[in-house]
C-alpha cells in the first residue's frame, strides 16, 4: 500500500513515517508540506491513501481535500491534533470526501503511545480492506404482515464518504411536518456521532437525534446510528445494534441495516444509497426493491466518490439515479402518493 503524508510538522512526519513502515507492504509514496502541494503530488502521483493534516499552510488540509477529490481522488485520513477541537474542519472535509479522522498519535513507547499508533494502524488497514471487501450476501424470512395499520412510513438512508455533506442536503429541504421516519447509516466512528447529530440539527427544521435501542421510527426525526456496533431494523420494528457478523470492515454496515429494513419493516418505504466509497449498501438495496420498496441510488455528477451508487445501479438495485438535490423532492412526493394510498 503506498501512502502519502501531508504534514507541516518534521515530528509528525517523522512519526507517521516510522508507524506507517512497521506494516509489511506498505510505503511512503511522497511527503508534502503545504495543502497545495499536496494537492500537486497526489494529482502527479496518486497513492494508495493521503495521512492528511488539517491544518497545512497555503491551502488547509479541508480546501485540499475538496481540490484532491475533484481532480485525482484518493482516499483521504485526515490527521488532527483535536479531534474536539476540529470537529467542524473534520466534518466539513468528510463533506468533501475525507473518508475518517484520528488524532495525531503519540510518539514514544508507554502504553498509551503504543495504543494510539495501534488506532492508526488499524484505520489504514480498514481503509485498504474495503477496496476489496464486499459484504457477502444475505437470504431473507418472509417480512411480517401484522401490525401493518398503525406503522409509519421509513426512508431508510445509506452513505459513506461525502456523506455526511449529502445527508445535510437532503435534510434541510424536508420540513418539520415531514411524513415519514428517516434512519441513516453512514459510516463514521461513535466518536463523531454526537457531534454530527449537534451539526445536521444545524441543518434542518427535523428533529434529529442518536438512534437508540428499542426505539420506534417517528415522522419528522430523523436517526443516525451512532454507535460502534451496526445499526438495525428489529423484529419488534424497532432500531436496534449488533456486533455481528464481525467481518464488515464498516460500521454501522449499510448492507446489513437495509437487510434488516427488507426483512423486518411490513410497510413499503424509500431506501437512498448516496455516495461512497466501496460497494456497501447495493445488496441490500437490491434487497430492499425485490420487496417493492421505492429505491434512490445518488448520481455520478454530485457523488463525492461514485462507488456505493455505482454497484447500486450496476446491480440494478435503484429505480431512480437522482442528484443530491433531487433526493428531497422525490421524498416528499413519495409522502404525499403514501398518504393518498397510490405508492
Known amino acids: ?25 506498505y510505503d511512503i509514496s511522497w511527503v508534502a508540506r503545504t495543502g497545495a502541494q499536496t494537492v500537486d503530488k497526489c494529482a502527479f502521483d496518486t497513492p494508495d491513501l493521503i495521512l492528511m493534516g488539517l491544518t497545512l499552510p497555503v491551502m488547509d488540509g479541508v480546501a485540499a481535500t475538496q481540490r484532491i477529490m475533484t481532480i485525482s481522488p484518493c482516499p483521504i485520513l485526515l490527521i488532527t491534533t483535536s479531534l474536539d477541537g476540529d470537529k467542524a474542519r473534520v466534518f466539513e472535509a468528510m463533506g468533501y470526501g475525507a473518508l475518517d479522522a484520528i488524532n495525531t498519535p503519540l510518539a514514544g513507547t508507554h502504553a498509551a503511545a503504543r495504543s494510539s499508533q495501534d488506532a492508526l494502524l488499524k484505520k489504514i488497514s480498514t481503509i485498504e480492506k474495503l477496496k476489496w ?52 447509516a453512514q459510516h ?103 420487496r417493492g420498496w421505492h429505491t434512490i441510488a445518488q448520481d455520478e455528477t454530485t457523488s463525492v466518490v461514485y462507488g456505493m451508487p455505482k454497484a447500486a445501479r450496476e446491480l440494478g438495485a435503484a429505480r431512480k439515479i437522482l442528484a443530491v438535490d433531487q433526493v428531497a423532492p422525490e421524498l416528499l412526493r413519495w409522502t404525499q402518493k403514501a398518504r393518498t394510498g397510490k405508492t
Open 188 to 290: 463514521v466512528d461513535d466518536e463523531f456521532s454526537k457531534g454530527m447529530v449537534h451539526w445536521l440539527n444545524s441543518q434542518t427544521p427535523l428533529r434529529v437525534m442518536l438512534a437508540r435501542e428499542g426505539a420506534r421510527p417517528e415522522p419528522g426525526t430523523a436517526y443516525l446510528g451512532g454507535s460502534k456496533q451496526h445499526l438495525i431494523i428489529t423484529k419488534k420494528m424497532a432500531l436496534g445494534f449488533t456486533d455481528q457478523p464481525e467481518g464488515l470492515y464498516f460500521r454501522p454496515s449499510v448492507d446489513l441495516f437495509f437487510e434488516s429494513a427488507a426483512e423486518h419493516w411490513p410497510v413499503k418505504g424509500v431506501a437512498v444509497l448516496l455516495t461512497g466509497m466501496g460497494r456497501d449498501g447495493a445488496l441490500g438495496l437490491a434487497a430492499l426493491r425485490k
Open 133 to 184: 471487501a464486499p459484504p457477502p450476501p444475505r437470504t431473507y424470512a418472509a417480512a411480517p404482515q401484522s401490525m401493518v395499520r398503525n406503522i409509519p412510513n421509513l426512508v431508510v438512508i445509506g452513505s459513506s464518504t461525502g456523506g455526511p455533506k449529502a445527508l445535510a442536503q437532503i435534510l434541510s429541504r424536508l420540513p418539520a411536518t415531514f411524513q415519514a421516519g428517516i434512519v441513516m
Open 1 to 25: 500500500m503506498r501512502i502519502g503524508i501531508a504534514n507541516d510538522s518534521s515530528p509528525t512526519v517523522d512519526l507517521l513515517r516510522k508507524i506507517v513502515l512497521r506494516v509489511p507492504g
